[in-house]
């Protein structure tokens, strides 16, 4: 399988609420050895934020941060997103002080 193949399926578990579904994807993907991109982990962080999940989304970031993939507007938006729709007003404010650097 591709990244192309793992990022169509989990944008159609994010698009359906399958948030649970979208991450077991997307580690499956890493133990197949297919490599992550922007699209995956922005893929995987709108599942989350879509399901409520925005701890999970924060640690998909965090997880990207700490990888060479670089996120995206899409990616910035979902985790902005997952934690202003949890009330995590301070979490957002630390994520926009993210997105200046």
């Known amino acids: 399988l591709s990244a192309i193949a793992f990022s169509a399926a989990i ?8 948030w649970d579904h979208a991450l077991q994807l997307f580690h499956a993907m890493a133990r197949s050895k297919v490599q992550s ?5 922005s893929a995987a962080i709108s599942a989350c934020e ?15 941060s700490h990888s060479t993939v670089e996120p995206s507007v899409i990616t910035f938006s979902a985790v902005l997103t997952a934690c202003e729709k949890a009330g995590e007003w301070e979490k957002t404010l ?6 200046e650097q």
């Open 37 to 41: 991109n922007t699209i995956t982990y």
């Open 11 to 18: 944008s159609a578990c994010q698009k359906v609420g399958e």
């Open 94 to 99: 630390q994520l926009f002080s993210f997105m």
């Open 50 to 64: 879509r399901g409520g999940k925005w701890e999970a989304a924060l640690q998909l970031f965090s997880a990207m």
